[in-house]
């Protein structure tokens, strides 16, 4: 194994862990100018014979040293340290336990420094050694590595070799070398971490338990409170969503809000976590259509739609696109007279504010079979508006759309009556095409929406084409010939144009 090399992916696994790869609060560094292990050269300054080293150097056999940190001269010149032991502060440690195995405190750990579990997540906390390649202290023992920057000896091991201490930690592998790694104290179950209390089995991290009450991600998770699974469940919680659902301010179009105010109780599939956000809810018409949402604000805001307010699985459509400078804007299918709720939500804790909100009903049309081909196509309402259909195996839709002049035509798909835009949930995954007044010209064509910011699987699409004139253009709507070819889902789609200026 080559040690230089691997220590890539060795602190990734350090970093899932809890220990920083960059400079912070927890890292561990040994102070510049110290000299190297075993009387290697320092760099403090030069001709130690003369009494040149500036402090704290002090010149040790024609060289300047650090005697605080030197194992070759720990707390004197030539006061070397035995084979293993590091030098802190001028002591040779004298721990009894080896690079690995569980502590509480420095002075356990033969090499002087414990990974305590509440301050990096490691569970039982971790002995090990300080090192510093730039100024030649190496670890002590050819079977550790240094990773560099966190300036700490790791053990290599190899997957179910038994090289790290029994019952104290295991060899954490990686994708690229799945069989060797390197020993690190980790968790399997709460029991395991005495300190934190709490064990993330996904990471094999300790961390604290979430406090329900206190707006504070304890648990770093990406959760505030009752947002948390560990808290939702609370019947302190449960209560306060059952109140937030009861009465939420009505929807309508222009609707000027704030989420300053608002609880922290909710989040979606793609925003909300950690934020205040603001319930509204709506009442569809009298016939299905695609309903045009959009928030506009300074502050990075996003929104999603529920079926049932306090079910999370019943969510219909989420919107946090990638420039917060712009108004987010999404579509829903709405059945006729049916109510949703709308959450105006936070990216996250830092952006809460206020915001104006548009809502529009689309003219909708439902397409008519045959409409595969654009002789059949279904016409739509309008150059503004919305479409409903249905497809099966190997099916196409077909929609014709007259515009009055040259300017930008977008569609956008969105869920049907019961999917949502990710086929992981049973949900819809569309290819979108417009073509020419000929209806043999694709003009644009797109599978996604690739404007999403960190969202789940978003398989709805969005396109977009400049036309260079008026007339009948035709808009294709099939399945993913590359993801779905075979699926089967109802879905809706906003068919929007803007005039060229």
Known sequence: MKLRTSIGWALVALSSLGLSTTACDDAISVPVGTGGAGGAAGTGGAGGGDGECEAPLSACDALCVDTRY???????????????????????????????????????????????????????????????????????????????????CLKLCTKGGGECPNDASECVTSEDSPNEGFCLSTCTKNADCPALGKCNVETGRCEPPEDCANKDDDDDDGFT?????????????KAAIETACTAP??????????????????????????????????????????????????????????????????????????????????????????????????????????????????????????????????????????????????????FAVTVPSAGILTVQTTNGTSSVCDTGKGGIDTEVEILDTNGAKSLAKEDDISAGLFAPPNFCTLVGVELPAAGTYYVRIAASQEYCKDCTFDYAAAVEFKPAP
């Not at 030098?87 to 040779?92: A, E, H, I, N």
């Not at 750990?109 to 305590?116: E, F, I, R, S």
């Not at 409170?225 to 919680?237: P, R």
């Open 225 to 237: 409170d009752c947002e948390d699974d560990e808290c939702s469940s609370t019947a302190a919680c």
């Open 70 to 152: 030197d194992p070759a001269h720990c707390g004197a010149c030539d006061a070397a340290c035995p084979d293993g032991a590091a030098c802190l502060d001028g002591t040779c440690t004298k721990g009894p336990k080896a690079d690995g195995e569980h502590c509480a405190s420095d002075d356990e750990c033969y090499g002087g420094v414990c990974l305590k579990e509440e301050d990096f997540g490691l569970a039982q906390g971790m002995c090990t050694t300080v090192c510093n390649l730039g100024l030649g202290i190496d670890c002590p023992d050819p079977d550790r590595v240094c990773s560099e920057s966190d300036g700490v």
């Open 249 to 398: 301010k009505t929807a309508t179009d222009g609707f000027a809000g704030s989420t300053s105010q608002g609880s922290m109780l909710f989040f979606g599939s793609c925003t909300g976590f950690g934020a205040k956000e603001e319930i509204l809810r709506f009442t569809a018409g009298n016939a299905d259509a695609v309903v045009r949402i959009s928030v506009d604000s300074t502050k990075d805001l996003g929104f999603y739609v529920r079926s049932t307010c306090d079910d999370a699985a019943s969510e219909r459509t989420c919107t946090d696109m990638a420039d917060p400078s712009s108004p987010e804007k999404g579509y829903l299918f709405a059945s006729a007279g049916k109510s949703y709720d709308l959450f105006v939500d936070g990216f996250d804790q830092t952006q809460s504010g206020a915001y104006t909100l548009g809502l529009a009903t689309l003219m909708t049309s439902l397409e008519v079979e045959p409409n595969n081909a654009t002789p059949t196509a279904n016409i739509t309402s309008g150059a503004t508006s919305g479409v409903v259909g249905a497809i099966t195996k190997n099916d196409v839709d077909v």
